[in-house]
């Protein structure tokens, strides 16, 4: 039977089907939004539709775009005032002579005229005397690398090398007619060249002479000084006008109680007037403050120096000393009006240091031309380096003497540079004086052990043999 719901509904349709159509007229706008804005003039209130982003959420990276998320940096906050102009280089230089918590030696005996010939105080340390040690830091003797700044005072040890030097020194000075000794400091690094330069120059301040120093050979050639040709020089020349009036400021500082006592004795055509009666050291301060005049000052002082003595006229020895020689047996960073290298042999200072070592020129009153190479700083030259060669086995009497390669170049300037010329070449420290520096370590405090004989062979031993630098660095600065 079918249900009564199913009528119902068919007679509801049939109602709604019967009614009159009047009904169904129901306004749009009740029932309906329309899908168009009325007519207006006010501006639509609609959002605006999002921006396209440009971040890639996948595939591939596009062309042109970096990958990465971009962080921004934080600006560097200022932390202070930067370094001063030559601030780093003088705190680079830096020199510390005296370590007030080192212990200090009481029985260290004193470097003077005979303390430095006495062959007894061979193996032992001496000290320098204070005025002394204040001429030798004018004319930049002392190196930041040879720890002076460990012990109470400086000294300096006395090994066989340094007795012959202050031998040497001794008879120029007693000579009656002046000679010219030319001398050459090599060696393997750490064997004490610039020390034994330093103490030649600490025996000649001793016996008043006048030193001219160039302590840094590579502080001509790098660059880094003022230069300009020398007018009527041929072939060209150049001056380093900067660096000759600091030279000639070095010279009446540590020079000062020898020049100050000499007086001018010749005429100068210079670009100031001069007092008749100037001391040589006023002389040298006039050419140290203006670096304009300071080569014609350097050429009229020099010439004082050498001036051979007379009855009337004093003049002591003078010593000569470079170091750092290979760095002037090259050419420069210095460039010629035709953009070429510079040879260093082409600068003024260097030329005059040349002549005195190559014999070309000689010291009337005597003197000691003295120069070192360096081999923590040292320019590859094979020049130099055959040079060296051939004088040693000269020296040695051996028949076998190195010839040049006919395949490479070589400059004529540095065999001549360095022709007759004395090499000294240094090697380890004996065992008797490596024990003598090392009980001088234990009296300063440094070494705290027993400088027994099986301490010192051991020690001997690591330092390759007694090199001084190695025996330092493995007595006193090795920590285990």
């Known amino acids: 039977m079918a249900s009564t719901k199913c009528w119902r509904c068919l007679s509801q349709t049939s109602s709604l089907a019967a009614a009159p159509p009047s009904i169904f007229n129901v306004q749009p706008s009740i029932y309906f939004r329309s899908s168009t804005a009325s007519f207006s003039t006010r501006a639509a209130l609609n959002a605006s539709p999002p921006r396209k982003s440009n971040a890639r959420v996948t595939g591939p990276p596009q062309r042109g775009q970096k990958e990465g998320v971009r962080i921004k940096k934080k600006a560097i906050a200022s932390k202070g005032r930067p370094p001063a102009i030559g601030e780093r280089k003088a705190l680079r230089k830096r020199i510390v002579l005296s370590n007030t918590n080192a212990l200090e030696v009481a029985d260290m005996p004193e470097l003077s005229a005979e303390t430095m010939l006495d062959m007894r105080l061979r193996a032992q340390v001496i000290g320098i005397p204070g005025s002394v040690v204040d001429r030798l830091r004018a004319v930049d003797a002392f190196k930041a690398t ?71 050979a590579q ?19 150049y001056v380093q006008k900067t660096y000759i009036a600091n030279l000639l400021s070095q010279i009446g500082r540590a020079n000062a109680p020898v020049l100050s006592g ?58 000569l000393a470079l170091d750092g020689l290979a760095h002037v047996m090259k050419t420069t960073q210095y460039h010629d009006t035709d953009v070429k290298n510079i040879h260093a042999h082409d600068l003024v ?20 031309v ?64 490596a024990r003598g520096l090392m009980e001088y370590y234990a009296k300063s405090g440094v070494l705290r052990q027993t400088v027994s004989e099986a301490l010192v062979s051991e020690k001997w031993t690591l330092s390759g043999g007694g090199i001084v630098g190695e025996l330092e660095r493995a007595t006193v600065k090795m920590r285990i």
């Open 146 to 216: 040879q720890g002076w700044g460990m012990f109470r005072r400086p000294g300096m040890l006395m090994r066989r090398e340094s007795v012959e030097m202050g031998k040497t020194i001794e008879d120029l000075s007693s000579a009656h007619l002046g000679s010219t000794v030319r001398r050459l400091l090599t060696g393997e690094k750490g064997n004490g060249k610039s020390m034994l330069l330093l103490q030649a120059m600490a025996m000649a301040f001793v016996k008043g002479w006048v030193v001219v120093s160039i302590p840094e």
């Open 219 to 237: 502080e001509l050639t790098i660059g880094h000084t003022e230069y300009a040709p020398l007018s009527n020089s041929s072939p060209n020349q």
């Open 262 to 319: 000499l007086k001018l004795s010749q005429k100068h055509t210079l670009p100031i007037p001069l007092q008749s009666n100037i001391s040589l050291d006023r002389l040298a301060d006039l050419g140290a403050r203006d670096p304009d005049i300071a080569w014609p000052i350097f050429q009229a002082l020099w010439k004082e120096l050498i001036t051979a003595n007379t009855e009337d006229i004093k003049r002591p020895p003078i010593l």
């Open 349 to 368: 200072i260097v030329k005059h240091f040349m002549d005195y070592l190559s014999g070309l020129r000689s010291l009337p009153n005597g003197g000691l």
């Open 370 to 433: 003295i120069a070192a190479t360096s081999k923590s700083n040292n320019p590859k030259i094979p020049s130099l380096e055959l040079a060296l060669s051939q004088m040693e086995a000269r020296g040695s009497g051996n028949n076998e003497v190195p010839q040049r390669d006919p395949f490479q170049n070589f400059d004529d300037r540095v065999f001549q540079s360095l022709e007759g010329v004395q090499v000294t070449k240094l090697q380890g420290l004996t065992k008797e004086e």
